[in-house]
Protein backbone atom coordinates (compact mmCIF):
# COMPACT_ATOMS: atom_id res chain seq x y z
CA UNK A 1 0.00 0.00 0.00
CA UNK A 2 1.21 3.01 -1.12
CA UNK A 3 0.72 7.41 -0.50
CA UNK A 4 3.71 8.83 -1.27
CA UNK A 5 3.61 7.84 -5.36
CA UNK A 6 4.54 11.26 -7.51
CA UNK A 7 3.97 11.89 -10.87
CA UNK A 8 7.60 12.41 -12.23
CA UNK A 9 8.07 9.07 -13.88
CA UNK A 10 5.61 10.54 -16.23
CA UNK A 11 6.95 13.95 -16.27
CA UNK A 12 8.38 14.07 -19.76
CA UNK A 13 5.13 11.84 -21.26
CA UNK A 14 2.54 12.28 -23.16
CA UNK A 15 -0.27 10.74 -22.34
CA UNK A 16 -3.35 10.22 -25.07
CA UNK A 17 -6.90 9.72 -23.02
CA UNK A 18 -8.82 7.43 -25.70
CA UNK A 19 -12.80 8.18 -24.22
CA UNK A 20 -14.20 11.54 -22.53
CA UNK A 21 -16.62 9.76 -20.34
CA UNK A 22 -17.15 9.30 -16.76
CA UNK A 23 -13.51 7.92 -15.87
CA UNK A 24 -12.04 9.82 -19.36
CA UNK A 25 -12.90 13.35 -18.52
CA UNK A 26 -12.27 12.94 -15.03
CA UNK A 27 -8.58 11.55 -15.70
CA UNK A 28 -8.09 13.49 -17.84
CA UNK A 29 -8.77 17.31 -16.47
CA UNK A 30 -7.21 15.49 -13.28
CA UNK A 31 -3.82 14.87 -14.98
CA UNK A 32 -3.68 18.21 -16.68
CA UNK A 33 -4.23 19.91 -12.90
CA UNK A 34 -1.50 17.63 -12.04
CA UNK A 35 0.95 19.39 -14.63
CA UNK A 36 1.07 16.34 -16.81
CA UNK A 37 0.61 16.58 -20.94
CA UNK A 38 -2.74 15.21 -22.14
CA UNK A 39 -4.14 14.87 -25.78
CA UNK A 40 -7.35 13.05 -26.09
CA UNK A 41 -8.34 10.74 -28.62
CA UNK A 42 -12.04 10.26 -29.63
CA UNK A 43 -13.94 9.37 -33.08
CA UNK A 44 -15.11 12.37 -35.03
CA UNK A 45 -18.10 13.80 -34.77
CA UNK A 46 -18.30 11.52 -31.48
CA UNK A 47 -20.74 12.39 -28.86
CA UNK A 48 -18.11 13.81 -26.04
CA UNK A 49 -15.91 15.72 -28.53
CA UNK A 50 -17.31 19.25 -27.98
CA UNK A 51 -17.13 18.42 -24.08
CA UNK A 52 -12.76 17.60 -24.66
CA UNK A 53 -12.80 20.56 -26.79
CA UNK A 54 -14.76 23.07 -24.84
CA UNK A 55 -12.65 21.60 -21.61
CA UNK A 56 -9.50 22.89 -23.10
CA UNK A 57 -8.23 19.89 -24.97
CA UNK A 58 -6.33 18.85 -27.93
CA UNK A 59 -9.06 16.24 -29.59
CA UNK A 60 -7.69 14.03 -31.92
CA UNK A 61 -8.65 10.54 -33.88
CA UNK A 62 -7.97 7.75 -31.25
CA UNK A 63 -4.92 6.44 -33.83
CA UNK A 64 -3.25 10.14 -33.95
CA UNK A 65 -3.26 10.06 -30.71
CA UNK A 66 -1.83 7.18 -29.75
CA UNK A 67 1.30 7.53 -32.34
CA UNK A 68 2.81 10.12 -30.09
CA UNK A 69 2.02 8.80 -26.38
CA UNK A 70 4.10 7.41 -24.02
CA UNK A 71 1.04 6.19 -21.95
CA UNK A 72 -2.04 5.38 -24.17
CA UNK A 73 -5.12 5.18 -21.20
CA UNK A 74 -7.86 3.16 -22.63
CA UNK A 75 -11.34 4.50 -21.23
CA UNK A 76 -13.96 3.68 -23.71
CA UNK A 77 -16.73 1.52 -22.72
CA UNK A 78 -15.17 -2.28 -22.01
CA UNK A 79 -17.07 -3.76 -24.73
CA UNK A 80 -15.87 -1.22 -27.43
CA UNK A 81 -12.13 -1.67 -26.77
CA UNK A 82 -11.40 -5.17 -28.61
CA UNK A 83 -12.45 -3.39 -31.38
CA UNK A 84 -10.65 -0.12 -30.75
CA UNK A 85 -7.00 -1.89 -29.95
CA UNK A 86 -7.31 -3.56 -33.04
CA UNK A 87 -7.98 -0.83 -35.24
CA UNK A 88 -5.96 2.57 -33.55
CA UNK A 89 -3.79 0.80 -30.94
CA UNK A 90 -1.81 -2.39 -31.98
CA UNK A 91 -0.91 -0.33 -34.91
CA UNK A 92 0.35 2.56 -33.71
CA UNK A 93 1.13 2.12 -30.21
CA UNK A 94 5.26 2.95 -29.55
CA UNK A 95 7.60 0.31 -28.61
CA UNK A 96 8.30 0.59 -24.75
CA UNK A 97 5.06 2.66 -24.26
CA UNK A 98 2.27 2.16 -21.77
CA UNK A 99 -1.14 0.74 -22.55
CA UNK A 100 -3.12 1.75 -19.17
CA UNK A 101 -7.12 0.23 -18.86
CA UNK A 102 -8.93 1.60 -15.96
CA UNK A 103 -10.80 -2.08 -15.72
CA UNK A 104 -9.08 -5.47 -16.24
CA UNK A 105 -11.58 -7.38 -18.16
CA UNK A 106 -10.36 -7.54 -21.76
CA UNK A 107 -7.10 -8.37 -20.59
CA UNK A 108 -7.68 -10.50 -18.07
CA UNK A 109 -10.73 -12.31 -20.49
CA UNK A 110 -8.16 -12.39 -23.21
CA UNK A 111 -10.33 -10.03 -25.56
CA UNK A 112 -6.86 -7.92 -25.99
CA UNK A 113 -3.62 -9.89 -26.34
CA UNK A 114 -1.45 -6.76 -26.23
CA UNK A 115 1.58 -6.76 -28.26
CA UNK A 116 5.01 -7.53 -26.56
CA UNK A 117 7.02 -4.98 -26.55
CA UNK A 118 4.92 -2.66 -24.32
CA UNK A 119 4.05 -1.93 -20.55
CA UNK A 120 0.53 -3.19 -19.77
CA UNK A 121 -0.55 -2.03 -16.83
CA UNK A 122 -3.91 -1.09 -14.64
CA UNK A 123 -5.31 2.10 -12.69
CA UNK A 124 -8.36 1.31 -11.13
CA UNK A 125 -10.38 4.56 -9.26
CA UNK A 126 -12.65 2.74 -6.55
CA UNK A 127 -15.52 5.29 -7.34
CA UNK A 128 -17.12 6.86 -10.69
CA UNK A 129 -15.86 9.06 -12.58
CA UNK A 130 -17.45 12.67 -11.42
CA UNK A 131 -15.74 11.58 -7.67
CA UNK A 132 -12.57 11.40 -9.29
CA UNK A 133 -12.91 15.01 -10.56
CA UNK A 134 -14.76 16.38 -7.57
CA UNK A 135 -12.22 14.90 -4.75
CA UNK A 136 -9.42 16.17 -6.60
CA UNK A 137 -11.03 19.96 -6.94
CA UNK A 138 -11.45 19.72 -3.40
CA UNK A 139 -7.68 18.40 -2.78
CA UNK A 140 -8.71 14.83 -1.86
CA UNK A 141 -8.70 11.61 -3.99
CA UNK A 142 -10.19 8.65 -4.29
CA UNK A 143 -8.49 5.40 -3.58
CA UNK A 144 -7.10 3.24 -6.68
CA UNK A 145 -5.38 -0.11 -7.33
CA UNK A 146 -3.01 -0.50 -9.64
CA UNK A 147 -1.59 -3.40 -11.08
CA UNK A 148 1.40 -4.36 -13.95
CA UNK A 149 0.55 -7.45 -16.39
CA UNK A 150 3.53 -6.66 -18.58
CA UNK A 151 6.46 -5.16 -17.96
CA UNK A 152 8.79 -4.70 -20.98
CA UNK A 153 10.29 -1.24 -19.89
CA UNK A 154 11.21 -2.18 -16.05
CA UNK A 155 9.14 1.01 -15.24
CA UNK A 156 5.66 -0.56 -15.67
CA UNK A 157 4.54 -0.30 -12.08
CA UNK A 158 6.37 3.53 -11.35
CA UNK A 159 4.15 4.66 -14.25
CA UNK A 160 1.06 3.51 -12.90
CA UNK A 161 1.45 4.59 -9.59
CA UNK A 162 2.53 8.13 -11.26
CA UNK A 163 -0.75 7.73 -13.46
CA UNK A 164 -2.53 7.37 -10.23
CA UNK A 165 -0.48 10.28 -8.60
CA UNK A 166 -1.85 12.19 -11.28
CA UNK A 167 -5.63 11.82 -10.96
CA UNK A 168 -5.01 12.06 -6.87
CA UNK A 169 -5.95 8.66 -6.05
CA UNK A 170 -2.46 8.80 -3.99
CA UNK A 171 -4.06 11.35 -2.11
CA UNK A 172 -6.16 8.69 -0.87
CA UNK A 173 -4.60 5.17 -1.21
CA UNK A 174 -3.26 3.29 -3.83
CA UNK A 175 -3.41 -0.24 -3.55
CA UNK A 176 -1.12 -3.02 -5.62
CA UNK A 177 -3.51 -5.55 -7.57
CA UNK A 178 -3.20 -8.05 -10.56
CA UNK A 179 -5.64 -8.49 -13.49
CA UNK A 180 -7.37 -11.02 -12.38
CA UNK A 181 -8.07 -9.65 -8.47
CA UNK A 182 -9.23 -6.20 -9.99
CA UNK A 183 -11.48 -7.70 -12.58
CA UNK A 184 -13.50 -10.43 -10.56
CA UNK A 185 -13.40 -8.04 -7.85
CA UNK A 186 -15.03 -4.95 -9.41
CA UNK A 187 -17.55 -7.57 -11.59
CA UNK A 188 -18.66 -8.73 -8.16
CA UNK A 189 -18.98 -5.94 -6.21
CA UNK A 190 -21.08 -3.96 -8.92
CA UNK A 191 -23.04 -7.31 -9.77
CA UNK A 192 -24.17 -8.51 -6.05
CA UNK A 193 -23.99 -5.56 -3.84
CA UNK A 194 -23.71 -1.91 -5.25
CA UNK A 195 -25.89 -2.06 -8.55
CA UNK A 196 -27.28 -5.34 -8.48
CA UNK A 197 -27.94 -6.15 -5.07
CA UNK A 198 -29.22 -2.74 -3.54
CA UNK A 199 -31.79 -1.71 -6.55
CA UNK A 200 -33.06 -5.13 -6.22
CA UNK A 201 -33.04 -4.37 -2.22
CA UNK A 202 -34.93 -1.45 -2.58
CA UNK A 203 -37.18 -2.43 -5.59
CA UNK A 204 -38.52 -5.48 -3.47
CA UNK A 205 -38.85 -3.07 -0.67
CA UNK A 206 -40.89 -0.77 -2.29
CA UNK A 207 -43.14 -3.92 -3.61
CA UNK A 208 -43.88 -5.08 -0.14
CA UNK A 209 -45.42 -1.70 1.02
CA UNK A 210 -47.28 -1.32 -1.55
CA UNK A 211 -48.52 -4.23 -2.13
CA UNK A 212 -49.72 -4.49 1.78
CA UNK A 213 -51.57 -0.80 0.69
CA UNK A 214 -49.47 1.63 1.62
CA UNK A 215 -48.94 5.01 -0.31
CA UNK A 216 -46.11 4.70 -2.95
CA UNK A 217 -44.87 7.94 -2.17
CA UNK A 218 -44.19 6.77 1.49
CA UNK A 219 -42.29 3.36 0.32
CA UNK A 220 -40.37 5.47 -1.84
CA UNK A 221 -38.98 7.73 0.54
CA UNK A 222 -39.12 4.79 3.23
CA UNK A 223 -36.63 2.76 0.55
CA UNK A 224 -35.34 4.65 -1.78
CA UNK A 225 -34.60 8.13 -0.87
CA UNK A 226 -33.45 7.60 3.16
CA UNK A 227 -30.95 5.17 1.85
CA UNK A 228 -28.69 8.19 0.81
CA UNK A 229 -28.88 9.05 4.62
CA UNK A 230 -27.11 5.63 5.64
CA UNK A 231 -24.99 5.07 2.54
CA UNK A 232 -22.91 8.65 3.74
CA UNK A 233 -22.59 7.23 7.54
CA UNK A 234 -21.17 3.66 5.40
CA UNK A 235 -18.93 5.78 3.48
CA UNK A 236 -17.84 8.24 6.81
CA UNK A 237 -17.10 5.95 9.49
CA UNK A 238 -18.34 2.47 8.15
CA UNK A 239 -21.09 0.24 10.38
CA UNK A 240 -20.17 1.78 13.56
CA UNK A 241 -21.09 4.94 12.62
CA UNK A 242 -25.19 4.20 10.65
CA UNK A 243 -25.16 2.03 14.82
CA UNK A 244 -24.75 5.29 16.07
CA UNK A 245 -26.50 7.74 14.18
CA UNK A 246 -30.00 5.76 14.59
CA UNK A 247 -32.30 5.25 17.21
CA UNK A 248 -32.05 2.37 19.71
CA UNK A 249 -35.09 0.85 17.64
CA UNK A 250 -33.53 0.91 14.60
CA UNK A 251 -30.85 -0.86 15.57
CA UNK A 252 -32.45 -3.40 17.66
CA UNK A 253 -34.57 -4.23 14.76
CA UNK A 254 -31.46 -4.02 12.30
CA UNK A 255 -30.15 -6.91 14.17
CA UNK A 256 -33.63 -8.85 14.56
CA UNK A 257 -34.66 -8.45 11.00
CA UNK A 258 -31.47 -7.82 8.76
CA UNK A 259 -30.44 -11.55 8.43
CA UNK A 260 -33.72 -12.49 7.76
CA UNK A 261 -33.76 -10.47 4.76
CA UNK A 262 -30.40 -11.38 3.69
CA UNK A 263 -29.45 -14.85 5.44
CA UNK A 264 -26.89 -17.72 4.21
CA UNK A 265 -28.86 -18.35 1.33
CA UNK A 266 -28.40 -15.44 0.10
CA UNK A 267 -24.88 -15.19 0.79
CA UNK A 268 -24.51 -19.03 -1.03
CA UNK A 269 -26.13 -17.12 -4.42
CA UNK A 270 -23.72 -14.11 -3.95
CA UNK A 271 -20.79 -17.68 -4.39
CA UNK A 272 -22.54 -18.45 -7.17
CA UNK A 273 -22.29 -15.04 -9.31
CA UNK A 274 -18.71 -15.23 -7.74
CA UNK A 275 -18.09 -18.38 -9.32
CA UNK A 276 -19.50 -17.17 -12.96
CA UNK A 277 -16.94 -14.46 -12.65
CA UNK A 278 -14.54 -16.60 -12.37
CA UNK A 279 -15.19 -19.39 -14.36
CA UNK A 280 -15.82 -16.89 -17.15
CA UNK A 281 -19.27 -17.39 -17.60
CA UNK A 282 -20.71 -14.05 -16.90
CA UNK A 283 -17.75 -12.71 -19.12
CA UNK A 284 -19.09 -14.74 -22.48
CA UNK A 285 -22.74 -14.01 -22.14
CA UNK A 286 -22.15 -10.63 -21.41
CA UNK A 287 -19.70 -10.40 -24.80
CA UNK A 288 -22.06 -12.31 -26.67
CA UNK A 289 -24.70 -10.30 -25.46
CA UNK A 290 -23.18 -6.96 -26.53
CA UNK A 291 -22.29 -8.73 -30.03
CA UNK A 292 -26.14 -9.87 -30.42
CA UNK A 293 -27.14 -6.26 -30.18
CA UNK A 294 -27.76 -5.80 -26.61
CA UNK A 295 -31.74 -7.42 -26.56
CA UNK A 296 -31.91 -8.90 -23.38
CA UNK A 297 -30.01 -5.76 -21.99
CA UNK A 298 -32.29 -3.47 -23.69
CA UNK A 299 -35.11 -5.48 -22.29
CA UNK A 300 -33.88 -5.47 -18.83
CA UNK A 301 -33.53 -2.02 -18.68
CA UNK A 302 -36.68 -0.74 -20.12
CA UNK A 303 -38.21 -3.17 -17.25
CA UNK A 304 -36.52 -1.22 -14.72
CA UNK A 305 -37.05 2.08 -16.23
CA UNK A 306 -41.11 1.56 -16.40
CA UNK A 307 -40.97 0.07 -12.38
CA UNK A 308 -43.26 2.44 -10.76
CA UNK A 309 -40.60 3.11 -8.07
CA UNK A 310 -39.55 4.94 -11.14
CA UNK A 311 -42.78 6.67 -12.01
CA UNK A 312 -43.56 8.07 -8.56
CA UNK A 313 -39.34 8.89 -7.66
CA UNK A 314 -39.70 10.92 -10.89
CA UNK A 315 -42.86 12.92 -9.44
CA UNK A 316 -41.21 13.50 -6.33
CA UNK A 317 -38.05 14.10 -7.40
CA UNK A 318 -39.50 17.46 -9.48
CA UNK A 319 -40.72 18.85 -6.28
CA UNK A 320 -37.19 18.87 -5.19
CA UNK A 321 -35.02 21.14 -7.69
CA UNK A 322 -32.02 21.38 -5.38
CA UNK A 323 -31.42 17.45 -6.46
CA UNK A 324 -32.03 17.89 -10.24
CA UNK A 325 -29.43 20.70 -10.15
CA UNK A 326 -27.36 17.87 -8.94
CA UNK A 327 -28.57 14.93 -11.05
CA UNK A 328 -27.19 16.68 -14.41
CA UNK A 329 -24.18 18.57 -12.99
CA UNK A 330 -22.99 15.18 -12.03
CA UNK A 331 -24.38 13.06 -14.53
CA UNK A 332 -21.94 10.06 -15.04
CA UNK A 333 -21.45 10.05 -11.70
CA UNK A 334 -25.58 9.32 -11.51
CA UNK A 335 -25.64 6.59 -14.72
CA UNK A 336 -22.95 4.03 -13.59
CA UNK A 337 -20.25 2.74 -10.71
CA UNK A 338 -18.46 0.95 -13.66
P1 LIG B 1 -18.29 5.93 -20.63
O1 LIG B 1 -19.34 5.12 -21.32
O2 LIG B 1 -18.71 6.90 -19.59
O3 LIG B 1 -17.44 6.78 -21.72
C1 LIG B 1 -17.02 6.23 -22.90
C2 LIG B 1 -16.28 7.25 -23.78
O4 LIG B 1 -15.71 6.53 -24.86
C3 LIG B 1 -17.16 8.32 -24.38
O5 LIG B 1 -16.40 9.49 -24.50
C4 LIG B 1 -17.46 7.76 -25.76
O6 LIG B 1 -17.81 8.77 -26.68
C5 LIG B 1 -16.13 7.14 -26.09
N1 LIG B 1 -16.16 6.08 -27.10
C6 LIG B 1 -17.11 5.14 -27.29
N2 LIG B 1 -16.76 4.34 -28.32
C7 LIG B 1 -15.55 4.79 -28.77
C8 LIG B 1 -14.67 4.39 -29.80
N3 LIG B 1 -14.96 3.35 -30.59
N4 LIG B 1 -13.51 5.08 -29.99
C9 LIG B 1 -13.19 6.15 -29.20
N5 LIG B 1 -14.00 6.56 -28.19
C10 LIG B 1 -15.16 5.90 -28.00
O7 LIG B 1 -17.19 4.90 -20.06
P2 LIG B 1 -16.70 4.74 -18.54
O8 LIG B 1 -17.84 4.33 -17.67
O9 LIG B 1 -15.88 5.94 -18.18
O10 LIG B 1 -15.74 3.47 -18.66
C11 LIG B 1 -14.42 3.55 -19.19
C12 LIG B 1 -13.57 2.49 -18.54
O11 LIG B 1 -13.43 2.77 -17.14
C13 LIG B 1 -14.14 1.08 -18.62
O12 LIG B 1 -13.07 0.18 -18.77
C14 LIG B 1 -14.79 0.88 -17.25
O13 LIG B 1 -14.90 -0.47 -16.85
C15 LIG B 1 -13.79 1.64 -16.37
N6 LIG B 1 -14.30 2.11 -15.08
C16 LIG B 1 -15.46 2.83 -15.03
C17 LIG B 1 -15.90 3.33 -13.82
C18 LIG B 1 -17.14 4.21 -13.78
O14 LIG B 1 -17.44 4.73 -12.72
N7 LIG B 1 -17.87 4.45 -14.84
C19 LIG B 1 -15.18 3.08 -12.64
C20 LIG B 1 -13.96 2.37 -12.72
C21 LIG B 1 -13.53 1.89 -13.96
MG1 LIG C 1 -16.85 -2.12 -13.04
Redesign the pocket.
Known amino acids: MSTTATTDMLAKARIAV???????RAHALNLKDSGLDVVI???PN???WSKAVADGFHVVE?AEAVRDADLVAV????M?QPT?YKESIEPNIKAGAALL???G?NVHFKQIEPRSDIDVILV??KG??ALVRSEYERGRGVPCVYAVHQDKTGHAEDKAKAYAAGIGGARAMLIKTDFKEETETDLFGEQAVLCGGASELVIKGFETLVEAGYQPEIAYYEVLHELKLIVDLFYEGGITRMLQFVSETAQYGDYVSGPRIVDSATKERMKGVLTDIQDGTFARNWIAEYKAGLPNYKKLKQADLDHPIEQVGAKLRARMPWLQAGAKAEQ?QLK???
Do not use: I, M
Open positions: LGYGSQGGLRGPTPLTPDVLFAHFAPPGPKVG
